[in-house]
């Protein structure tokens, strides 16, 4: 069949044939025409007629998908795969009420201008229409919708860092962020939702003109209470629901605020309903209310325990209070006044909790709620009874983790409790309090990830990262000891590593170094650490030059520990810069230095394996590698284990052992379990490797795109590793002989267009 396919000049390699017509593998459509036209080539009296038949037959087929097929082989068209937008938008949980104008005129808008700035007061609905429109508009935009938070971001500098988090973009230059950023997006056609940006309003506002100027397909929707004040802005000022005037009762059961009290008291009390007998107090109450969905929503949350007459009276009581107050702001005083009324409702703990919660940046979970803030007068158990009570009165805001529930507060919400914190005089006690707690959680993580409980402390890691981030800022600024801040900063290294966020990593690792330079063990941790990211990032040098420093330090101090974790650092350094034979030497006197059984030695194991596979000791380098399995699964570790995996898959690709496939697919499963989004794009690009020696060359270059795509998000293409980079250049002129240049390119170009979890599923052959 493939030398029928040669000689109809179809661009298809026999493994594609072979693995339609065992149905090993799902074929691409383009594999399927080719298939088709050969055993129509082959078959006795099968001429035109037939081969017409089956083109009657296709176009049909692509009649009914539509007119947005593509060109396959053959010049029959492929029919198009269901379009699944791109992004990161959440669900709604809710009802959307109102703003039927608003989401008209701003889909408009959005067609014609590139930066469109929604500002108001706070709880006027700015980040809910923000997510609206943005969910209506996504399916415009190639690459999707994408949604940053920025509510929790405190410091300016971690602006940059929280959008390239949530695009999931490679860093690659820890010292300009917003440069390298706007060069990561420069060719995406996407719309990104910038939510909350008053709080680094400069900041956000030099990296919109940055983003905006590098990437002419980028799309920004700002939320932010002032406009941003850059050029080409379009400022759109998010008015209040409209409120009942005071005629007909009749007319209020369709006025835009009145049915989102009717929908969020029904969802409070499911009993509660809109009557003649209500609906007056309803309309009057939604219009003191002024029309902020914010204030709406919590009062709809009272006809648990008042009717919407009594929430009337009492509200009114309180306004005329506040108003008459010196100093009270005639605009918008409503929203305060349900603050105001809500706290009154809340028990003395509750109130407590609510003002203590205010130093969280969010999300966080009931452990950390009951730590930070669970002191007198509140004990751990008052403490979740306040939290429970808080989340029943939409005070606090559960969220959904990857450690489950979490919870967080409203910026509004924040603020007025942050307000209440003050008046208290607790806020340094609880600045103190949290800044221990997420330290602490940090170092815990760190000592007991290395086991069968690794991924779950990675996720507790990603639940925190706010609070955490917000504890080493506040530590840098508050004269903590600079030994427990390098400490810390060390202790997150795998963090960064798996998750790839390895400028971030480098950048508060070189922030915590430059606090002392007194040597210590915890300066040694955090050179080691800085140094590890360093050469994972391509930056060979650096990282060199940070493993004989810590080494010096080590040997100083007389700790064996540090002093092999530098050597084994050194190797590796060595091994990526091409010298094989050093970094043999190196890696094999690290090991003879100590007995020990942890993940110094299991990288040991690896690095030496590699080395000899590089240098084509197969033989040898498998011993190795299988030594440094065997401490992985005695303690049960699955982050390194997985590269050691790849590692002896690479050894039997090199070998043309059939049984490497196995081995990375393993490596694969692993990585995704933990959610290694630096790790994956090795094994997938290695995958290609072995797809393109088994004469797969098409499913080879589907491969290679998508690998390239998820190096685009996490580092540089196989870290920079020289012998590693070879054999990828090797297997890419091999393909592009097999299929020429323009076949490679198309293919290529389809998988750097699927998204992480589809490279994932082509890669495992899903």
Not at 291 to 296: N, Y
Not at 322 to 346: K, M
Not at 634 to 649: K, P, Q, T, V
Request: negative net charge; glycine residues 10%; aromatic residues 6%.
């Amino acid at each position: 069949m493939a030398e029928q396919a040669r000689i109809l000049e179809l661009r298809v390699s026999a493994t594609s044939l072979r693995n339609a017509a065992s149905g090993e593998r799902f074929p691409s459509l383009a594999t399927v025409t080719a298939f088709v036209r050969v055993c129509l080539s082959l078959t006795p009296g099968a001429g035109k007629e037939v081969l017409s038949n089956w083109q009657q037959r296709w176009g049909h087929l692509t009649e009914r998908a539509g007119d947005d097929g593509e060109e396959g082989a053959g010049g029959v068209r492929e029919v198009p795969s269901a379009r699944r937008p791109k992004g990161n938008l959440p669900a709604e949980t809710d009802s959307f009420v109102g703003r039927d104008d608003d989401l008209r005129a701003l889909a408009h808008r959005l067609e014609r201008a590139r930066l469109v700035t929604l500002t108001g007061i706070g709880g006027v609905g700015k980040s809910r229409l923000a997510r609206r429109v943005a969910a209506r508009r996504a399916t415009a935009h190639r690459d999707g919708a994408w949604l940053v938070e920025l509510a929790p971001v405190t410091d300016p500098e971690a602006v940059a860092w929280t959008v390239a988090t949530a695009l999931g973009v490679q860093e690659d230059d820890p010292s300009d962020a917003v440069a390298q950023l706007a060069r990561q997006l420069r060719d995406r056609r996407m719309l990104l939702v910038l939510d909350n940006c008053e709080h680094a309003l400069a900041a956000c506002a030099r990296l919109v003109d940055a983003l905006l100027e590098a990437a002419p397909g980028l799309t920004v929707l700002a939320t932010s209470r002032r406009s941003l004040g850059t050029a080409g802005e379009h400022v759109w000022p998010v008015a209040p629901l409209t409120v009942p005037d005071g005629g007909a009762n009749g007319q209020a059961t369709t006025n835009p605020a009145v049915q989102l009290f009717t929908n969020r008291a029904a969802a409070a009390w499911p009993d509660f309903s809109l009557t003649g007998a209500n609906i007056g107090d309803v309309a009057e109450l939604c219009r003191h209310l002024e029309g902020l969905p914010l204030s709406i929503e919590l009062a709809a949350r009272w006809t648990r325990t008042l009717s919407p007459r009594q929430i009337r009276e009492h509200f009114l009581d309180r306004h005329r209070l506040r108003s008459s107050s010196p100093g009270g702001r005639a605009r918008h005083q409503s929203l305060h006044t349900v603050l105001d009324h809500s706290h009154d409702l809340c028990s003395p703990g509750q109130r407590t909790l609510w003002a203590r919660m205010s130093v969280f940046a969010g999300p966080v979970t009931a452990e950390d709620v009951c730590s930070v803030a669970g002191f007198d007068p509140l004990d751990a158990d008052s403490a979740l009874t306040a939290l429970d009570s808080l989340v029943d009165q939409s005070i606090v805001v559960p969220v959904d983790t990857p450690t489950g529930r979490g919870y967080t507060l409203l910026e509004t919400v924040r603020d007025y409790g942050h307000h209440r914190l003050a008046e208290t005089k607790e806020q340094p006690l609880l600045r103190e309090r949290h800044q221990e707690w997420f330290m602490a959680l940090v170092h815990q993580a760190y000592t007991r990830s290395y086991g069968p409980d690794q991924a779950c402390w990675l996720s507790r890691l990603r639940t925190s990262i706010n609070d955490i981030r917000l504890a080493l800022d506040n530590a840098c600024h508050d004269g903590t000891d600079p030994e427990h801040v390098q400490v810390t900063a060390a202790d997150l290294w795998q963090y960064w590593m798996v998750n790839g966020r390895l400028a971030e990593g480098r950048s508060r690792l070189e922030r915590a170094l430059s606090l002392s330079a007194k040597p210590t063990y915890s300066l040694c941790r955090a050179l080691w650490a800085c140094g590890y990211l360093a050469f994972v990032h391509g930056d060979h040098g650096v990282a060199r030059d940070h493993a004989k420093r810590a080494l010096e330090i080590a040997r100083s101090l007389g700790n064996t520990e540090s002093e092999y974790g530098a050597r084994v650092l050194l190797a590796l350094t060595t091994l990526g810069r091409g010298g094989l034979s050093r970094s043999l030497e190196l890696a094999q006197g690290s090991w003879s230095t100590t007995d020990g059984s942890g993940f110094m030695r299991q990288l040991c194991a690896s690095v030496t394996g590699l080395a000899y596979t590089l240098q084509g000791g197969l033989d040898e380098g498998m011993a190795w590698l299988a030594r440094s399995r065997e401490i992985a699964e005695r303690h049960g570790e699955i982050w390194h284990h997985s590269y050691n995996l790849w590692a002896m898959g690479l050894n039997l690709l090199l070998r043309g052992d059939l049984s490497a496939d196995g081995y990375l697919r393993h490596a694969l499963s692993l990585k995704a379990s933990i959610g290694d989004r630096l790790g994956i794009p090795a094994v997938v690009e290695t995958l290609a490797w072995y797809a393109q020696e088994q004469g797969d060359d098409e499913h080879a270059a589907l491969l290679l795109g998508g690998a390239e795509a998820l190096w685009g998000t996490t580092a540089p293409r196989l870290f920079r590793f020289e012998g590693l980079v070879a054999l990828h250049r090797g297997t890419h002129g091999r393909i592009r002989e097999a299929l020429g240049q323009e076949r490679l390119v198309e293919l290529m170009e389809q998988g750097r267009g699927l998204g992480f979890e589809d490279v994932v599923r082509v890669a495992v052959g899903d």
